[in-house]
């Protein structure tokens, strides 16, 4: 039928759905972090023995500085990920991709070091994550017209998203099983073989292909999610100023769900220090907001393509908002139903996000040359990082995460003034 895109989409959909579920090990984070910052038990630079022998403790602050130059690195290597995508085809980058993580989680384990996670997790892997994830999105959009879009975005980069359903238990168990070395060298081959193989099913529709429209019914309102039918240049998009209106509002979207990611472990053992299950199984929260994460980007890219692009943005950031300002008392009261609530939907929120801005970017600059645009928009996302790097800072100066919070509510509200006003550009040939 002329409304059905051909197998084939679904095929690079949930392709693309399975190396995010890899290039997702960013997510898990806070496990590692919870072993490396200790500082009850030990001071920072004393050496662990054991089957962790080797590994120096690391401060709140240090903890968080190979997160954050990861996030970084992932931002900026969208850009060539992007134009390797646009180039060289999907399966390159993904392939690509899937090699630089591994290398990194492998160089990791080897160093044993605060340099050696900078280096292995945050460089390399970070190079990993940007040429990896810059090749399925891009790909599976170019099947599905502007209706879908928000729908389509979700579900693949949902798999990384869903990442931390499995990562963080795994992660935890390989790191009390085998070592935080044997947990980095496991997670590297997985990610390596899994990668690679899903990103061989990758590929462009035929030149010429259109995607199906959206049916009609009549009596219907009209679609709100209705992009341009101009296909905007990588040097055309910086000249707009959407282009930069579109970065601000991925800063502020995206901190404070990265705040709740690097920090969920540590959250959940303050908060639930009283009840000794919590304090065994802290990665709970994680893997509970990696479920949230996944679902919340589907989710939030369908309601999109119904409400529209700044309406949906809107209704998830203030939400957020609000919970930001209460979570330091949600935290003081030790109230478990109230925490997993709000840290849940944080995690909700930022999936949203990585689901909303590649469908903005095809709405407001086209489809064609998604992979390198988005890559130039995505550099927000790194940026965002600078925040929950400010929250270490704010935790090791003051003992607790309150200003942090309060600092991201205020992003978020700022991000909704601006997506209130930014409007899809005109292209001097429409």
């Known amino acids: 039928m002329a409304d059905k895109v051909p197998g084939t989409a679904w095929r690079v959909v949930f392709a693309g759905m399975a190396i995010n579920l890899c290039l997702g090990v960013l997510y898990a984070w806070s496990i590692w972090k919870a072993k490396l910052v200790d500082l009850k038990k030990a001071q920072a630079g004393e050496i662990m023995t054991g089957i962790n022998a080797g590994w120096p403790y690391l401060t709140d602050a240090q903890g968080t500085v190979a997160f954050f130059t990861c996030g970084l690195i992932f931002a900026l290597f969208m850009i060539p990920g992007g134009r390797i995508q646009d180039k ?11 090699l ?12 044993k070091s605060y340099a050696g996670l900078v280096l292995g997790f945050g460089v390399l892997g970070g190079i990993g994550m940007g040429i990896g994830y810059a090749a399925p999105t891009p790909a599976a959009l170019k099947w599905f017209g502007p209706h879908k879009r928000g729908l389509i975005a979700g579900l693949v980069v949902g798999g990384y998203g869903g990442a931390a359903l499995y990562i963080s238990p795994l992660a ?13 060298y496991l997670l590297g081959t997985w990610f390596a073989a899994v990668t690679i193989i899903a990103g061989q099913l990758l590929a462009w529709p035929q030149p010429g292909y259109v995607p199906p429209p959206a049916p009609v019914k009549a009596g219907a309102a009209p679609a709100k999610a209705v992009g341009t039918a101009v296909d905007w240049a990588p040097s055309e998009i910086p000249k707009t100023w959407q282009f930069y209106a579109l970065v601000f509002m991925f800063i502020c979207s995206a901190q404070a769900g990265l705040i709740a990611i ?9 908060a639930g220090r009283k009840v000794e299950f919590f304090v065994a199984n802290a990665w709970i929260l994680a893997s509970f907001g990696g479920l949230m994460n996944a679902i919340g980007r589907p989710g939030t890219g369908m309601t999109s393509d119904k409400l529209g692009r700044a309406n949906t943005f809107t209704l998830n950031a203030l939400v957020l908002a609000v ?19 709000a840290i849940g939907f944080a995690f909700w929120q930022y999936g949203g996000t990585l689901a909303l801005m590649p469908a903005y970017v095809a709405d407001f600059f086209g489809p064609k040359n998604l992979g390198m645009n988005y890559g130039l928009v995505f550099i927000g996302w790194g940026i965002a990082f600078i925040i929950p790097w400010f929250a270490g800072f704010i935790k090791d100066w003051t003992g607790t995460w309150d ?8 992003l978020l509200i700022l991000g909704v003034i601006v997506s209130r006003i930014a409007k899809r550009p005109m292209h001097i040939t429409e």
């Open 262 to 270: 690097a920090n969920a472990m540590p959250i959940l053992m303050k």
């Open 323 to 341: 919970i930001c300002f209460l979570l330091p008392a949600i935290i003081a009261s030790e109230n478990l139903f109230l925490l997993f609530l």
């Open 172 to 184: 935890k168990y390989a790191v009390d099983a085998y070592g935080i070395s044997g947990s980095f």
């Open 88 to 98: 060289f085809g999907p399966k390159v980058g993904a392939t690509i991709g899937g």
């Open 100 to 111: 630089f993580v591994a290398l990194g989680c492998f160089v990791t384990g080897m160093m």
């Open 403 to 410: 200003i942090a919070f309060y600092v991201s509510g205020v």
